[in-house]
C-alpha cells in the first residue's frame, strides 16, 4: 500500500522534530572525521513546495515550520542557526517558506568527502523525483526498494560509522512491529550504528508496541523524544516520536535545549518529554 504522500505534511511539527534530531545528529557525528554511511529508508522528496495544494489542502505547515520561522529570532545558538540557514534558502519574495527541504537534502547537505548517503523510496512518482534530484549528488544513490529490507542488505557498511534514519509511514498497524524487528537484526549486525526511528503518535498509542518491544530486543542506549501537541486533533497526529539508538554524547541535552526554544511561548504549541527508554 503507497497511498501516503509526504507533501501533504511536510514542514508539519513532526517534521520539525525529525529534522531537528537529524541534523543534530549528523553535525555532532561531524566530530570524528572518519567516514560515514548514511541511510534513509524511507526518504520522500529531498523538497517540498508549500505553496502546492497538497500542502495548501491540509495547511499542516501553518502549525509547524511557518509558526517556527515567524519566531526565528527567538531561536538562538549553532543548533538551530544551521537548520534556520538552510530553510532560509526558501525564502519567497516576501519572505515566507515556500519550500521545505526533505530528510535527503539534510543528509546530503552535510555530506563530506568520506561519506555517503543510499536513499530508498518505494514510490514510483516520489522515487522519480528523488532519483532526478539524486543525478546532482554523486555522493547519493536512490534505490526505489522496500527501505527496511534494504537496509539490512547493506549493513554492515565499508564505512566505519553509521547513520540511519528510519521514518516509514505506518500504513499499516505490523509496520510498528515490522520496525522493531528490522531495528533489532540492524543492531546485529552494526552495533555502534546510530539509528533515528521516528514515529507517529496517535489515540490509542499504536507506538507502544514498537517501543515494547525496543525495550525487550538486545538493543541498548536507546533515547526516546516525544513531542505532545497541546491542542490535539480529534483524528490524526497528537505528537511526534523519535528513538535514538546510540546518540552522540551530549545529544539528549542539546536536542532537550532546541525543542524546548521551540516549543516557549506556545511556539510550536507542543509539550516535551525526553528519557532513556533502554539505558546504556
Ligand atoms: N523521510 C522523509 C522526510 O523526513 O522528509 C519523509 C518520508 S515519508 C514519512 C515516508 C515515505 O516512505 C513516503 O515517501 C513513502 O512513499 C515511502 N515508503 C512507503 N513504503 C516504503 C517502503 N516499504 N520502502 C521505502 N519507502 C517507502
Known amino acids: 500500500m503507497l497511498s501516503y504522500l509526504h507533501a501533504f505534511h511536510a514542514g508539519n511539527f513532526a517534521d520539525v ?8 545528529a549528523i553535525r555532532m557525528m561531524h566530530s570524528k572525521s572518519s ?3 548514511c541511510f534513509d529508508t524511507h526518504a520522500g522528496s529531498a523538497f517540498y513546495d508549500l505553496t502546492d495544494k497538497s500542502a495548501l489542502k491540509t495547511g499542516e505547515a501553518a502549525s509547524g515550520i511557518h509558526r517556527l520561522w515567524s519566531w526565528r529570532d527567538r531561536l538562538h545558538g549553532d543548533d538551530w542557526q544551521a537548520m534556520l540557514d538552510e530553510w532560509a534558502q526558501g525564502q519567497g519574495a516576501d519572505g515566507s517558506l515556500v519550500d521545505y527541504p526533505g530528510s535527503p537534502h539534510w543528509f546530503e547537505r552535510y555530506l563530506r568527502q568520506q561519506d555517503n548517503l543510499t536513499a530508498f523510496e518505494l514510490h514510483p ?3 522519480q523525483t528523488l532519483a532526478n534530484w539524486a543525478r546532482r549528488h554523486s555522493r ?17 557498511p565499508r564505512q566505519p560509522r553509521l547513520l540511519a534514519l528510519v521514518d516509514p509511514s505506518y500504513e499499516i498497524k505490523t ?3 515490522e520496525v522493531a524487528r528490522t531495528m533489532t537484526r540492524a543492531w546485529q549486525k552494526c552495533r555502534h550504528g546510530v539509528y533515528l526511528i521516528w514515529y507517529p503518535i496517535l489515540p490509542g498509542r499504536p507506538d507502544e508496541k514498537l517501543k515494547q518491544a525496543i525495550s525487550a530486543s538486545p538493543i541498548n542506549k536507546v533515547l526516546c523524544s516525544e513531542v505532545m501537541r497541546n491542542h490535539a486533533p ?10 535514538v539508538v546510540n546518540p552522540p554524547w551530549g545529544f539528549n541535552n542539546r536536542l532537550a535545549v532546541m525543542m524546548r526554544a521551540a516549543a516557549r511561548d506556545s511556539c510550536l504549541g507542543v509539550g516535551l518529554s525526553m528519557q532513556w527508554l533502554v539505558a546504556e
Open 125 to 127: 512518482a516520489e522515487g
Open 234 to 243: 480529534q483524528r490524526g497526529m497528537c505528537g511526534s516520536g523519535m528513538l
Open 175 to 177: 509496520d510498528y512491529e
Open 17 to 24: 522534530h525529525k529534522h531537528a534530531a537529524l541534523t543534530l
Open 140 to 156: 547519493v544513490r536512490v534505490l526505489q526498494e522496500d527501505g527496511l529490507k534494504g537496509l539490512l542488505s547493506h549493513l554492515p
Open 35 to 37: 567516514g560515514i554511511a
